[in-house]
């Protein structure tokens, strides 16, 4: 609405800022004064953010140093769609008029009424609230389009985390990711960037697990020459190249105890403190965690500290493994099959209805991941039986290795379903087709189709 919109008064003349900033205040509408243009262009810069000005620009075109008419172009060259009003003297017509053609929303003639100063900044801010609602739809749908390409599936699981993605991407809130090896944590922190304000910014991924400890606070928090031995010049930490971004933390169980306590001082300040420095570097980055450990049950048995974890977990986002939606197999091995091709210059060869079944009704200890390097063995001639990488065990069996136990109905049902939701899909949903395929009457397909949510 345009009451949380903000008028800008960009005015040299103290007696006709203050008479412009009390005649809108009385109107309910918020302001902010600056006495010059390079005051108002860093305001507008620093309230902008990583978005843009939420409000509209009234400014005099004589100013001191910059005058209006070099304040309005600089303006309209970082947001076109920024409405800016210029307050012009007796005989500035036709400056006013030559404003206007470059993109001034109106203009003022001195001496002006109250009421007219009023009429124009709520016209202004009106069509200022119609662009940013506009641009807000249209930052979500892109969201949701990217989020949705990326994230290969259509079952309900699949579809709740797309929505959720679309959600949280723009809060800036921290996020805990939990899932299983294998089922995408980075791809997910991904998504949650790129749908987010920050896309533009660096995307920077740290595995925990596979930094060694000595290294970690250099790495992570960074250094400065002479800090110790080996360290000839300044060496900027991830934390901070991260700054206007997404700082993602894989493997977040496995960060030392020490590295804990400065992440958490981190987090707390909104600083960073580089190894052999005393002096704070003020950080603006989201934080992404991933963990396939349970933090809180580590939390409480004191393996990870506590206040460490309720700082990460505002957001929560976990990732089904995929024998829990076994009806995105199909999709996802021919997506893993089209990849692969292009990679190594071959055929995208389809699984046989045999082997399509086979992928479907094995439980994918490894996830997605697993699933992805079967694809490429099977275009690159070597099969693609799930279970040929495992070495021994009970891999092929339904809650094998690295799943949950199923009856023989549940896994009867996870496979019946994912068969359906395949056949529907190769088939664009239409039914006769689908149930030629299957083999079933319409009838049959249809009550199965009730029977899962399809």
């Given at each position: 609405m345009?009451?949380?919109?903000?008028?800008?008064?960009?005015?040299?003349?103290?007696?006709?800022?203050?008479?412009?900033?009390?005649?809108?205040?009385?109107e309910g509408i918020a302001t902010r004064t600056?006495?010059?243009?390079?005051?108002?262009?860093?305001?507008?810069?620093a309230d902008a953010g990583q978005g843009v000005y939420p409000g509209i620009v009234v400014t005099d075109v004589r100013l001191p140093g910059r005058d209006g008419m070099s304040l309005l172009t600089s303006l309209r060259a970082q947001d076109p769609t920024l409405p800016v009003i210029l307050i012009t003297g007796h005989g500035d017509v036709s400056l006013a008029v030559q404003a206007m053609k470059e993109?001034?929303?109106?203009?003022?003639e001195k001496p002006f009424s109250p009421e007219r100063l009023v009429d124009a900044c709520?016209?202004?801010?009106?069509?200022?609230?119609?662009t940013l609602e506009v641009a807000g739809l249209r930052a979500q749908l892109a969201a949701r389009t990217s989020v949705a390409s990326r994230l290969i599936g259509n079952s309900p699981a699949i579809e709740r985390l797309r929505a959720r993605i679309a959600d949280v991407a723009d809060t800036g809130a921290n996020v805990l990711i939990h899932g299983e090896t294998g089922t995408g944590k980075e791809l997910v922190a991904r998504c949650l960037h790129e749908a987010s304000g920050r896309h533009a910014r660096h995307f920077v991924a740290i595995n925990c697990g596979g930094l060694p400890e000595q290294l970690f606070e250099s790495e992570i928090f960074g250094h400065e020459a002479g800090s110790f031995t080996g360290a000839t010049r300044r060496r900027?930490?991830?934390?901070?190249?991260?700054?206007?971004?997404?700082?993602?933390?894989?493997?977040?169980?496995?960060?030392?105890?020490?590295?804990?306590?400065?992440?958490?001082?981190?987090?707390?300040?909104?600083?960073?403190?580089?190894?052999?420095?005393?002096?704070?570097?003020?950080?603006?980055?989201?934080?992404?965690?991933a963990t396939k450990a349970d933090l809180r049950a580590q939390s409480e048995a004191g393996a990870f500290r506590a206040d460490l974890y309720y700082r990460l977990n505002v957001i929560t986002l976990a990732l089904p493994p995929l024998r829990e939606r076994r009806e995105d197999v199909p999709q996802l091995f021919e997506h893993f099959v089209a990849q692969a091709a292009l990679r190594f210059d071959r055929e995208p060869l389809p699984a046989s209805p045999a082997e399509m079944s086979a992928l479907i009704?094995?439980?994918?200890?490894?996830?997605?991941?697993?699933?992805?390097?079967?694809?490429?063995?099977?275009?690159?001639?070597?099969?693609?039986?799930p279970g040929d990488m495992?070495?021994?065990?009970?891999?092929?069996?339904?809650?094998?290795?690295?799943?949950?136990?199923?009856?023989?109905?549940?896994?009867?049902?996870?496979?019946?379903?994912?068969l359906v939701a395949d056949a529907l899909r190769r088939h664009d949903g239409n039914l006769s087709r689908a149930s030629e395929a299957l083999g079933v009457a319409k009838t049959t397909l249809f009550d199965k189709v009730r029977k899962y949510g399809l």
């Open positions: 345009s009451a949380d919109l903000t008028v800008t008064i960009v005015e040299d003349d103290p007696d006709v800022r203050l008479g412009c900033e009390q005649a809108l205040r009385l600056a006495a010059s243009a390079e005051a108002a262009l860093r305001d507008i810069h993109g001034a929303y109106d203009f003022l709520r016209r202004a801010l009106e069509q200022r609230r119609l900027i930490g991830k934390i901070e190249h991260a700054a206007g971004g997404t700082l993602f933390l894989d493997e977040i169980e496995s960060m030392p105890m020490p590295m804990q306590i400065k992440l958490l001082r981190v987090l707390q300040e909104r600083t960073v403190e580089r190894l052999g420095s005393n002096q704070p570097v003020p950080i603006d980055a989201r934080v992404v965690a009704a094995y439980p994918w200890p490894g996830n997605v991941r697993e699933l992805r390097n079967l694809a490429e063995r099977h275009v690159l001639g070597l099969g693609c039986r495992h070495e021994g065990g009970d891999s092929g069996k339904p809650g094998g290795v690295g799943g949950s136990e199923l009856s023989l109905p549940q896994a009867v049902e996870q496979f019946e379903r994912a």
